[in-house]
Each structure stands twice: as structure tokens, then as C-alpha cells.
């Protein structure tokens, strides 16, 4: 009877969960339902997946509709049916049009009109008009002559009055306007509820050929799909004896480019892991991921694989990745195993320009219509539902603020107390649907048989359902990701071609493992700028593993993830690595457990040891101890499958007579980090990464800042970035129109910020500047510039102000006065080329008031940071102590003070929910200051901005990492450059010229 039915994923519309509307039918007594969100097809795998077992046959479609008004419901006789309706959708949703008033003619599909729509006569055989029980009346004429064409339509939208004003509060915010302005047109019937079965047969009890009708439809539908089973392209050649024999030869190729004489042990590795792979008939996986790879190299793509495949030999002989599973010891059955459904996971990481590149040959390389990308649902937050609420009913924002801080209810007046009420109701509703960041989905059938797809800015099709439901019916993803840090590695070379005349093999990672200057970065920490290894957490624990080696790396990049961090096995890690006699007493409790993770001193560190504790500890078999793995993600957390091995877990080890208080911090162990955790072949890639970037520091450190400034920096600002390059001997200069490009460019060792570092300049202005520079060379001076570039005032006073005229030897005021006076006139000049120049009158203007800090407030304001001095000439003039970073090994355990410009501040809460803070600064040298600040010193010296600041507490060491307890912290104020005992009487002319009188003769010549 339920023909028209609607879940949550009828996006601002429906109130509905799947399993709320699944519980709803059920128990209203029916054992059949139709699915039909309005234009989507969200739910619908994830609707049919939930049925099986239950007393509740699926059938599905899709509600056609213009806005919220119904064109017609289209309901699959079968898989076909399904195909075809989501082929129409598709069609209307990628060109944004209208649906028609009637259905398109379409087979294996039945398609239902709203009364008064088509005319009863006109119909045709798989058409029919729905009656809603509140019609009744309107069955007459025509409709009453026509009963054969007549179907019950009960829309079902919500349970109950609640569900009900949820619906209205959506439908409010869909359409931006007050709940008390929403058009009647806008939201659905109040009897848009799911009566019970006996209800609507005694409403149409006149009218029992209406019912028929319905229940004949219904059970003419069937909707099947097998779910778990491979859905990916079947075949890469004609058939998968062709695909393995092809995938034998590659990786036997490969055998003697990796290893050139490989030992038995590899032999035997990659022998194994082909006849799983063939048994478990993953070859075309392998294959589609090689081919893409081996496109990427022709085209000059840098790449990085990673994800469990990285285990994989067969992975590492296809140049897929670049990780050696027998020298890492790289855990097999973390890669695949027969236990494991799925494949394996490939993340495979390219430099972000590029990634839009690789995307479409997939697309092109496989068809469009058997390619898609992966849907993500962006879900309702609580705290924007309060916001969105509030300008729903009318408040102002300073009430709708209030309403998001308030913790006492009972404060509250009636619409207050609703907001936060519905606002709860509503939290974690899916919004809209969106683009999953990787996931690329390759099928053996058109797309179209499982979603629907949008069409995204990008321009990639995509379905409308997630990841876990891709899963669910059987695609395993190809997981294509832009990233900045391979931009960055990419650009360097580039630039160390162009500047240095050198060539870098950056895949010779055999020489960068053993490099002495790459081991000397990492023991210290010295890794600004370089993949996954800057931020100032990682520097600590590099430095406290004394990290100089590729395995300690592979480590440390597993245990500084947030759930081992806050697990206190970080902690843990280093206190064994340093103090062996922990490593001792934690094999006397468990040595079962400390054998199986000897390496890493009995402390879980990667995504394997959940599985070798699971299937080795516990005695799980190998397919639970997966979904252990994979159960530690909330998103699995939520299926019934994870409450069952966990309860498992501890009957299991309760048998093997383990002590229930070690059982229990083994299992907490696992529960606090397997979701944040890599497994080892990742973290092992992302080493290799970092690497691959530490080398080019280590050598070529300036071309390397200078591609990291060019790729938006890093972990850091770019004011840390411009520093660590004059750190390394760069002279730096604001942008010229001259010298600069967009990006930042470097030449021997001068480097010239980019005109697209300047907050305000148009990048139509850019582009403008400096096509006409590439047309008729270097600008001789202002009137050279104005003369060849139309260019607004506004835009003019940012060049002049940032220094981008400073080889013109003129003061900024008498540039810009002159500025003012040729384009005063106008808004934009727009230069004609003449035969002959025109000379415009030069004033000489008296020496104006100049301050030494102009320049670098110019600078801060346009720029984000100054840049022709360092933060703590901007002080006030007043004594401050000597101390620096150096003088630190000598002061452990005293008290000191010291003057630190901020970098970065880490805020987190401590056991008891108090916050606390981390502090990174630079000294009046340039080097590094860690602070920390307890909470009682946090809240009473709070940070307050960027700038300088007074430090006193005491110095303190542990495992090498220096830092200092604050006990005190004051910001310093700079000097205000309007207070009239700053101004100086004349212009200081050695301040105004900043550009080197070498550079700016040849510049002219």
C-alpha cells in the first residue's frame, strides 16, 4: 500500500532513518514498502541491505519533482526498471532542467501521477493515477469510470507531529526564509504519516479494485542485489587467465628492477601473494592501479602509494609503491588474506595540479558510463542547526551566539528552548550530498544499475551514496588523492634544475636511507618544510627516538596519530625505546603479547598488531580479527557485527586463562587507537615521502622553501617559511614588477616573493603586469609602467607600497604622489602605444616625514608579515634579556626569561578537562623555543595574537627535547608609529632603498 515512501535522504525533507522507517512498516503491520526519495537514490542499496531477514519485502523508485511539487513517483518492476530510472534522473540532475509534466516512455517501470495531473484516458498501460486516502471524494467522472488506473498513494514523510514540525524547520531552512513565511506549497500534507495497514483498507473499503490494483503493482516488483560480491571491472585484458598471466609477467620484471639478483625469500613472498591473488580474483584491481601508474610516470606525474596495499610485494615489483615488504617485514595478512572479502586498499597520492588529470583518464580509460566518484553525505552539526534554527524563528545574531554557548535550559524562554530542542532532533541528519575525497568507483556494469549521479564543479560523475554502501554491494574504491607535499617535491626538482644545474633521481631512496646529512635533520628535528615530519609534536618525538634512521621514521609516524598519542602508548614507545628494563617487566606480564610486537617493545603501534593480537592473542580467526580492525571506525561501530567479536574478544582470552585486568587494557589499547593508526605499509610511504623531501633539503634547502611557499607552505604560515630560507643564507625581497613572477622565484640565492602573496592585488591585475612585461621587458620606471598597464589607483598604491617599484630608487610618497597625479583623472588608465613618448611633468616634492617602520607595517598589512625586518625590530624600545635558544642546555632546571616571536599554539584539554597549552617561538637568532603552559598558567597568561613575547620558567629536558615550563608569559607591545615622539624631522634615505644597486644597474641595462 505504500507506494510513496521517504527517508531523511530526501535531503531537507523527509524525518526518517532507513531503520526507522523499516521499524515503522513492520510494525503498522505491511510486508512490503516503496522506497521513493525525492530526485535521489541515497538510501537505496543501504534500504534493500537492511531488509534481508526482516518480514519486509523492498521495492524502490524515485519521486520525480520540481521543487517540493510532485511530477510523478517512478517505481522499478526490477534491476532494469531501477537502471533506467536512475538514467533519467541523471540526465535531469547533470543539465539541471525541469521534469516534464509526464513520465518519459520507459520499460520495467511503472509510473504514478498525482490526481489532476494527466487525464485517466491518456495513460498509458504502465501508468496509473495514486489516490490519496483524503481524495476519496474526487473519485468520480472520469477517475471513477477509469478504476482500473487507480493506485492507494499514502505518502509517508514522518511518524508523528514531532517528526512533523522537523519537517516544516527543514523545509524552512531549505528555503531560507522564517518559519512563519513558509508557503503552504513548500512543505508536505500533515497526513503524510504511515497509518496502519488496516486503516487504509477500511478508508478505500468502497473502492476494493483500488486496493487490488495497488497490492497487484507492488507484488509485480522485485528488486535483488548480491551483496559483498565484486561489482569492480571483472577483466583489465579479455579475461582473468589473460590478466593473471599478464600480471605474473609484470611482477617478474619488476623482480629484477627492484632487487636485480632477488633472494629466495622475495621469490617466495611474491609467488604467495600471486596465488591469493589469483585465488581471490583480484588481478584486474592490481592491474587498473598499474596501468594508472605507469600513465602517471609517462606523463611526468610524481605519485606516492600507500594504504594496506603498500604491504604488498606484488605492489612494490609494479612500481605501485615504493615500500619493501621484506625489509620492512611488512605483515601479509594485513595486506590480503583469504579470510578478507575485499581487496586491498591503494591510496594513491598525486601532486595536487595533477590530480584532476589522473581523474580523467581513469574516466576516459575505463568509460564514463562505468566510472564514478564516491558520494560522502555532509551531515546537520548541532551547533549550525542552532544558527540556522535561530534565523528560522527570527532572532537576532548576538541571541542566536548565546543560544550556542548555553548550558542552563532553564534560562531559556519558549523559542530558545525550541531551537536547542529541535536542534538536537535534527544533529546528524544528512544535509546534502557531496564528493568523497578519493574514492573512484570502476564497474563491470553501468554505473547507473546501483545510483544515480550528480555532476559536481569538478565535472566527474557521482553516485549518490557512500562509501560504506559502495562497500556493502562490492566495489572496492581506487582512492585518488591531491597532495601539496608531492607538489612541492615536484617543483624542487624543477627548481634546482633551473637554479642549481643539477638532477635529482628522487626514487633513489637506497642512498637517502643511508644519507648522513638526511639522519642528521631528523635526530634534531631540523625537518621545517618536509612532509608529515614539521609540526612540532613530530619534532619532539623525532628528537626524543633520536630518529636518524628510515625505521624509526616508519615508527614515528604511525605512534604520533591521535588515538596511540592519547592512548599513552606514544609515551609508552619512547619510555621502553629508551629504557630497556620497561621492555623487560612488559614481557614478564604478557610474553605471548610482547613476542608478537617485538619489535615496537611490546606496544601496539600499527593497524597489523590489532590483527596479530585479534588472531594471535585472542584466537580470533582472521576475517573477525579484520572486522575488529575496521570495527574501530564509528561508522562500523554502529553494525551489529563489532558488538559480537568484541564480546568474543574476552570470552576468548578468558579460556586462554589471561589475567581479565590485562585482557582489559589490551582491549582498551585497541579501542582508543585502531581508528587512527596506519597500518605499517602506509606509514612506511608516507617515510619514504618524507625522505624524498628531507633530501632536497638537505642540499638544495632554498629551492625546497621556496616550492613549499609556492605550494601554500605546510604545517606553518608562510612568514615561518620566508624565515627558515634567510635562516639558510636567502636574501629576501618583497614582490618587484620587475622580478617577481605570480609564484615566488629564486635566483642564486636572492629570492623575490610572488605577486600572488599580496592580500589585495586582483589577479587580473597580475597577470596584466606581467604579460606586458614578458611582451616589451623590464619596467624603466612609473611612468614606463603607467604607460603600458592599465591599472586602477587602488591597485597602483599596493605595488607601490609592498616595494614593487624600488628599483626606481623614488621614495614611496613620491611615487605615489605621482601616482595620484597622472591617474587622478580616472579610475583605470588605459594606455594607447604611441611612435613617439610622451613626457609627463615630474614635481619635486619636499622631503616628507618617514618612520623605519613604514616599510614593514606596509608589508604586515599587505602581505601577512614583514619582511625587510625581523618581528622583534617592531618592539618598543626597551631592554630585553640576552637569553636564546643556545644558551638552554646550560640553564636545565633554572629559571629563565627570554623573548620568543609566536609560531604556533597547540591548545588540549588534560584528563580532567582543563586546557592547556603548547607554545613554538623563534629567538632574537632565529631558533627554536617549546613552551608549555599547565592549565593554571594558560588561563591566567592567556595568548593573545601573534607577536612577541616575554617568557620566564624554568628549562627542562627530557630524552633531549628542550623546553620551558611557563610560569609567566607577556606579550610585548610594538612601537606605535603615530605617536609624535617617533617621527623623525627627515627622510632616512638608506631605509627607503631596499633593493641591491648591483641588481637594479643590471636591471636596467
Known sequence: MLLNSHTYYSYKFGTLSIDELIDEAIGKGYNSLVLTDINNTSATIDFIRRCEGKDLRPVVGIDFRNGAQQQYIGIAQNNSGFQKLNEHLTMHLHEEADFAERAPEMEDVYFIYPVGKVPPKLLHENEFIGVKPTQISKIFGDLRNHREKLVVLQSVTFRNKRDFNIHRLLRTMDNNT??????????????????????????????????????????????????????NKKCFTNSPEEDFELLTKLANKGLKYRFGSPSEAVVAR????????????????????????????????????????????????????????????????????????????????????????ITRYIFDRHGWNHTALVGTYITF???????????????????????????????????????????????????????????????????????????????????HFSMLEAEDIGFAKFDILGQR???????????????????????????????????????????????????????????????DDYLRLVAASSIIRPGVAQSGMMREYILRYRDRSRCVAAKA??????????????????????????????????????????????????????????????????????????????????????????????????????????????????????????????????????????????????????????????????????????????????????????????????????????????QLSILIRIGAFNFTRKSKKELLWNAHFILSKSKKTAPERTLFKQEVKEFKIPELYYHPLENAYDEIELLGFPVTCSPFHLLENMPLPPTTAADLPFLINQNVAIVGSLVHVKRTRTNDGKIMSFGVFIDLKGHWIDTVQFPEIAARYPFSGGGCYLIKGKVVEEFGFLSIEAAEIYRLPNENMEEPSTRLKAPDKSKLLRSNVAEDAKLLN
Not at 197 to 225: A, G, M, W, Y
Not at 406 to 435: A, E, N, R, T, W
Open 178 to 231: 522564517l518559519l512563519s513565511r513558509l508557503p503552504k506549497s513548500e512543505e508536505a500534507s500533515p497526513d503524510e504519516i504511515m497509518f496502519p495497514q488496516e486503516k487504509i483498507r477500511e478508508v478505500f473499503r468502497d473502492f476494493p479494485d483500488i486496493i487490488e490494483n495497488t497490492q497487484r503493482l507492488i507484488n509485480s516488483c522485485t528488486i535483488h542485489f548480491t551483496f559483498k560480491k565484486a561489482k
Open 485 to 547: 607535499g608531492l607538489s612541492k617535491i615536484q617543483d624542487a626538482i624543477q627548481l634546482v634544475q633551473e637554479n642549481a644545474g643539477a638532477e635529482i633521481d628522487i626514487h633513489d631512496l637506497k642512498t637517502f636511507k643511508e644519507d648522513p646529512q638526511i639522519k642528521e635533520l631528523l635526530k634534531h628535528g631540523n625537518t621545517i618544510g618536509c612532509f608529515y615530519v614539521e609540526s612540532p609534536a613530530m619534532r619532539m618525538l623525532l628528537t626524543k627516538l633520536e630518529a
Open 381 to 463: 552539526q548541532y551547533k549550525s542547526v542552532v544558527r540556522e534554527l535561530g534565523k528560522v524563528f527570527g532572532l537576532p545574531t548576538h541571541e542566536i551566539e548565546k543560544l550556542q554557548k548555553v548550558k542552563d535550559f532553564s534560562s531559556l524562554d519558549d523559542i530558545g528552548k525550541l531551537v536547542l530542542q529541535y536542534s538536537k532532533l535534527i544533529h546528524g541528519f544528512p544535509s546534502h550530498l557531496s564528493v568523497h575525497s578519493s574514492g573512484i568507483l570502476i564497474s563491470e556494469e553501468p554505473i547507473s544499475a546501483y545510483s544515480a549521479t550528480i555532476m559536481p564543479p569538478k565535472g566527474f560523475p557521482t553516485v
Open 589 to 794: 606480564e604478557a610474553p605471548a603479547l610482547y613476542n608478537l610486537l617485538k619489535e615496537t617493545y611490546g606496544v601496539m603501534v600499527y593497524q597489523e598488531d590489532v590483527i596479530k593480537v585479534a588472531h594471535l592473542f585472542a584466537g580470533l580467526t582472521l576475517a573477525e580479527a579484520d572486522i575488529l580492525r575496521r570495527g574501530m571506525s564509528w561508522k562500523f561501530k554502529q553494525r551489529n557485527e563489532f558488538g559480537k567479536i568484541k564480546d568474543k574478544f574476552f570470552s576468548n582470552c578468558a579460556e586462554r586463562g589471561y589475567a581479565h585486568d590485562l585482557v582489559k587494557r589490551v582491549w582498551e589499547q585497541i579501542e582508543s587507537f585502531a581508528n587512527y593508526a596506519f597500518s605499517k605499509g602506509h606509514s612506511a610511504s608516507y617515510a619514504v615521502e618524507s625522505f624524498q623531501a628531507l633530501f632536497i633539503k638537505a642540499y638544495y634547502p632554498l629551492e625546497y622553501i621556496v616550492a613549499t611557499i609556492n605550494n601554500g607552505g605546510g604545517f606553518y604560515r608562510t612568514e615561518l617559511y620566508v624565515h627558515e630560507a634567510r635562516m639558510h643564507g636567502a636574501t629576501i625581497f618583497p614582490p618587484c614588477v620587475n622580478r617577481s613572477e605570480k609564484q615566488t622565484v629564486i635566483d642564486g640565492k636572492v629570492i623575490h616573493l610572488g605577486l600572488g602573496f599580496l592580500k589585495s592585488l586582483e589577479t587580473n591585475t597580475i597577470n596584466t603586469v606581467l604579460k606586458e612585461r614578458y611582451r616589451g621587458g623590464y619596467y624603466q620606471n612609473l611612468q614606463d609602467f603607467l604607460e603600458r598597464v592599465p591599472i586602477s589607483l587602488e
Open 270 to 357: 611474491m609467488e604467495k601473494e600471486l596465488q591469493v591473488i589469483r585465488q581471490m580474483d583480484f588481478a584486474s584491481y592490481f592491474l587498473i592501479n598499474w596501468d594508472l601508474v605507469e600513465y602517471a610516470r609517462r606523463e611526468g606525474c610524481y605519485y606516492v602509494g600507500r594504504g594496506s596495499g603498500a604491504n604488498s610485494m606484488v605492489a612494490y615489483l609494479l612500481r605501485i609503491t615504493d615500500v619493501d615488504p621484506i625489509e620492512l617485514d611488512l605483515y601479509f595478512e594485513r595486506f590480503i588474506n583469504p579470510s578478507r572479502q575485499s581487496p586491498p586498499d591503494f591510496d594513491i597520492d598525486f601532486a595536487s595540479r595533477d590530480r584532476d588529470h
